[in-house]
């Protein structure tokens, strides 16, 4: 009984809002069919399955006045984390600092000329309305960036593992892309609730120091010596890891530039000037430890998140036949 109320308040909250956007259709702003894609994106939405309506970002919270096209802030309230993460980064930052959002016009990497007057936001890698995930995580990217690291990636076998998995509501464990790497996952914790993972949406955290993206994101799948190796090869990164590596860093000189970075990038090294060789190797082990325990929770979370997709799906398609 519980649940068909809800169910009858959430269709109750659509109809509501759908009425109101006719006023819209009536001024011209929007198309009938339009609005029809839009509700059809939005029910197989995961938002459609939490109750996160047509008013939950449409709707000013003070004025309770329709907001035609609704910005990054009307995610906060539900997405505090992605979007604070976000704000950090380089993709975000012209945000946070009260500046028009940044385009690829203002890129000094190469960008997509089809792109060049693309604003950057929460809705220029998720659509949404769908809110794709798997999307967002390679082609969206592709839409701007056009360098030889990035256009080369679909030559990885990293691409590969990705195509192989096919369309998911989001990319797995097991897959790498491009947000593998630069929006890579973390376990969020806040106090009081659930510890769960999020992609932290500040895409410049992993480039520097280099070895953050090994700790982060590559050992939880490869091992310390094939990480390094391929990470200080510049021209492999250029190539977005299409091969294996082919230098050996010696363990020590590893070491060496590590204590190096350490001291001069991080209080780490400040506080701990003399850190033996062994030391350093164990404080690069102790984070593999804590990756792996972080890769099963990741697993469980994808799982459930991917199980909740599929009730879904199947309910829509039920639906539909
Ligand atoms: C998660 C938040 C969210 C939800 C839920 C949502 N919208 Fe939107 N909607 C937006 C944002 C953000 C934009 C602005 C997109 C842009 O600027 O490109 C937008 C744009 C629109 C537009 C303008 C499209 C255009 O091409 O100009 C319409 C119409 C619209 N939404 C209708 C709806 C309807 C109907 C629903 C419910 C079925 C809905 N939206 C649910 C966030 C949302
Ligand atoms: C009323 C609360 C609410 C608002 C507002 C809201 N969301 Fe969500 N959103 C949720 C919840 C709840 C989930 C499901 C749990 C999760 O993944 O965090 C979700 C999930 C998502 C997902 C993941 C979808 C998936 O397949 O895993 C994306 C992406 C997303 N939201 C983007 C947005 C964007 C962009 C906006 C603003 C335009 C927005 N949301 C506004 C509540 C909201
Ligand atoms: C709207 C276009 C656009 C989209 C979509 C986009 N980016 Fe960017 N990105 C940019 C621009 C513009 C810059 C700034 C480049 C510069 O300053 O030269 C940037 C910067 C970056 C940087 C930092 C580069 C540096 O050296 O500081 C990384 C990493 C990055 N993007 C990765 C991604 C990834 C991964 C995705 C997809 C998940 C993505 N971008 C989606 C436009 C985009
Ligand atoms: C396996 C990890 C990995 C994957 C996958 C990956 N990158 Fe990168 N990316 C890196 C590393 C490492 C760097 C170099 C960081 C540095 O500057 O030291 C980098 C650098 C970049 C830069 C900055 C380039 C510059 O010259 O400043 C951009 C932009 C970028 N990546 C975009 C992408 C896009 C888009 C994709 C997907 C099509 C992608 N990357 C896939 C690891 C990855
Ligand atoms: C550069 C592209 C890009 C931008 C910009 C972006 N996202 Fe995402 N977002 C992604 C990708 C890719 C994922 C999925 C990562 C994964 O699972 O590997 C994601 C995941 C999410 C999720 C699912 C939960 C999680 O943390 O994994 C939410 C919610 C979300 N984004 C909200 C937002 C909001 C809110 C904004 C704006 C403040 C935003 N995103 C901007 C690419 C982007
Ligand atoms: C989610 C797991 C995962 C993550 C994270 C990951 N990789 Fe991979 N990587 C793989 C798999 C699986 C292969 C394919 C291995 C094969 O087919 O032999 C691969 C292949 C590679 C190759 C090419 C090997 C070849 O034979 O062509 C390189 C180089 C590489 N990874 C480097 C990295 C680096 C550097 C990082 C971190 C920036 C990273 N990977 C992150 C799983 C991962």
């Given at each position: 009984m519980k649940k068909l109320t809800k169910k009858f308040l959430a269709f109750l909250l659509v109809l509501l809002a759908l009425a109101s956007w006719n006023i819209e259709v009536a001024r011209g702003e929007v198309s009938e069919a339009k609005l029809a894609e839009i509700n059809e994106l939005w029910q197989g939405s995961a938002h459609a399955m939490v109750g996160?309506?047509?008013?939950?970002?449409?709707?000013?919270?003070?004025?309770k006045e329709l907001v035609l096209r609704p910005t990054y802030e009307s995610c906060r309230s539900c997405h505090e984390e992605e979007t604070n993460t976000f704000l950090l980064g380089k993709h975000g930052i012209r945000l946070l600092e009260g500046e028009t959002p940044l385009t690829?016009?203002?890129?000094r990497l190469p960008m997509k000329a089809s792109a060049l007057s693309k604003s950057m936001t929460c809705n220029t890698c998720h659509d949404?309305?769908?809110?794709?995930?798997f999307t967002a995580a390679v082609d969206s990217c592709l839409s701007c960036h056009n360098d030889r690291h990035s256009l080369n990636y679909k030559n990885s076998k990293h691409a590969e593992l990705v195509a192989k998995?096919?369309?998911?509501p989001r990319p797995s464990s097991e897959s790498v892309t491009c947000a593998t790497c630069h929006l890579p996952r973390y376990e969020a914790i806040s106090i009081g609730a659930e510890s769960k993972v999020q992609a932290n949406?500040?895409?410049?955290?992993?480039?520097?120091?280099?070895?953050r993206m090994v700790k982060d994101v590559c050992m939880q799948c490869h091992g310390m010596e094939f990480s390094y190796n391929s990470i200080f090869d510049d021209e492999l990164v250029e190539a977005n890891f299409d091969r294996p590596p082919n230098q050996d860093l010696k363990t020590l000189e590893m070491v060496r530039t590590l204590k190096e970075k350490r001291s001069s990038q991080s209080s780490l090294g400040q506080n701990h000037p003399d850190i033996t060789s062994q030391q350093a190797i164990w404080q690069l082990r102790l984070p593999y430890y804590i990756h792996q325990d972080r890769v099963r929770i990741l697993k469980q979370a994808l799982f459930q998140t991917g199980f909740r997709m599929e009730n879904a799906f199947a309910k829509e398609q039920e639906k539909q036949s």
């Open positions: 996160a309506n047509c008013s939950s970002c449409h709707q000013d919270s003070e004025t690829p016009s203002l890129a949404v309305h769908s809110v794709d995930t998995e096919g369309k998911l949406h500040n895409n410049t955290y992993t480039l520097k120091p280099r070895d």
